[in-house]
Structures are given as C-alpha cells and as structure tokens.
C-alpha cells in the first residue's frame, strides 16, 4: 500500500517551534484527509481532517490541503514535549495509512 | 469522539489455537469497521473493512480464512485468527464510522503474541 508517503523522521524541534509535517498521495480522486497522532504502544487518535483546499485550524494544529499538487500537511505551533510522536497521514476512499512521521519535541 | 472498545487489550496463546478479539463501538452505530494490524515500528496495515449484516472485504494478501471477521451487530465485530503462528504476532487495532461520516475512530488495540 504505496498509495500515502510520508517521511518517516525522526524529525526534531525545539519546545515552542513550529513543526510542519508533510504526506504527499497518489489517488488524485482522494476527498478526504486525517492526521492522527499514535504514541508508541497505543493506537492512533485522531487530530484533525480536511476535506477542501485550503488551511483549516484547530488549536495548534492547522492542516494544509493542496489537492493539485497531491499533498497534506500539518503545521503544530508551540511545540510541546508532549506533541513528541508518531504522525499518521491517512487518505480516504480506502483509507490508507502513510508510514508516520516520528516527532521529537525537545525541551 | 466517539468511543470504540477492544477485548482482550492483551492476549498470549500458543501455535495452532485460535483467538478470538472483539471491537465495539460504545456510544454510536458502526455501519463500518475496519481492521488493521501492525507490526513494531511499521504502519497501520489494513487487513479487511466489515459492514453490518455483509460479509467482510479483505485486503490483497489477507487470507480470509485464517482471519475470520464476522460484524453481526451495529455496535460489535469480531476479528478470529485461526491456527495462529509466531508470525502472526502482532498490534491489532480495529476502528469504527457511522453512516455519512468520514472519520474513523480507533479501538485501544489487541497486542498478540503467539508462543
């Protein structure tokens, strides 16, 4: 399952940074997009979707969707230790998972 | 968000037994179920998507019969691995949506581990 690609990381910040993660698709008839947040050993929860081009917002968190160029990305501000895991990007239609990113938020 | 379920968190059996792990959805009517594995450090693999009262649609590669996948209810599915073998060992997570929705919501998982 190619069809989501994500760079697996680790990626590090600095507490109070902005992280920006990215997840480029292969299904141009995809609609639906979601971050998920998975801390190791548990399963992943959800953080945000989108559905149209565009920034939506939620918090922190600001998920970035630019269906012609085939690519999400999620944009955490503030950086906290507690952002530090592994970001899943997921695609609707089949829902195909990305690899994940790893996050590391350093204090 | 909504609450999804999962029985056992944690289970050891030994090679050729079967398990049996169920998914429930708490507090809304899961139309659809997904289940999914994962192996340490890899992604979600989806294994096969259930639909309520429909038999299950299973993933290339997935072998239907060893993984046995039965949604009877709107609010319970269950995944049944057959003969299992250490390779089978694994994280097993399933999630669940309701009609109309696109998101999925994730059960706490199922740690397998076959002696």
């Known amino acids: 399952q190619k069809e989501v690609e994500q760079n697996s990381g680790p990626l590090s910040v600095p507490e109070g940074a902005i992280a920006s993660l990215n997840c480029t698709y292969s299904?141009?008839?995809?609609?639906?997009f979601f971050w998920y947040r998975q801390y190791s050993g548990k399963s992943p929860e959800l953080i945000m979707f989108?559905?149209?081009?565009g920034d939506k917002e939620d918090g922190r968190f600001t998920a970035q969707l630019n269906k012609a160029s085939q690519y999400v990305s999620l944009l955490i501000r503030d950086s906290q230790p507690s952002d530090s895991a592994t970001y899943l990007c997921?695609?609707?239609?089949?829902?195909?998972f990305g690899s994940g990113t790893k996050l590391n938020v350093k204090p | 968000g909504a609450v999804v379920s999962q029985h056992p968190s944690r289970v050891i059996c030994k090679s050729g037994t079967s398990v049996k792990i169920e998914c429930r959805s708490l507090?809304?009517?899961?139309?659809?179920m997904f289940w999914y594995r994962q192996f340490p450090k890899k992604s979600l693999m989806l294994m096969a998507t259930?639909?309520?009262?429909?038999?299950?649609?299973?993933e290339q590669g997935v072998e239907k019969d060893k993984f046995l996948i039965n949604h009877a209810s709107l609010t319970l599915s269950t995944l049944t691995v057959t003969s299992a073998h250490p390779e089978d060992s694994s994280f097993y997570i399933c999630?669940?949506?309701?009609?109309?929705?696109?998101?999925?919501?994730f059960g706490p998982g199922t740690r397998l581990t076959v002696t």
């Open positions: 999630s669940a949506r309701w009609a109309d929705s696109y998101e999925q919501y």
């Open positions: 299904d141009r008839g995809s609609q639906s």
């Open positions: 989108i559905y149209s081009n």
């Open positions: 997921a695609v609707n239609h089949k829902f195909y």
């Open positions: 507090d809304f009517q899961a139309t659809t």
């Open positions: 259930s639909n309520e009262g429909s038999k299950a649609t299973y």
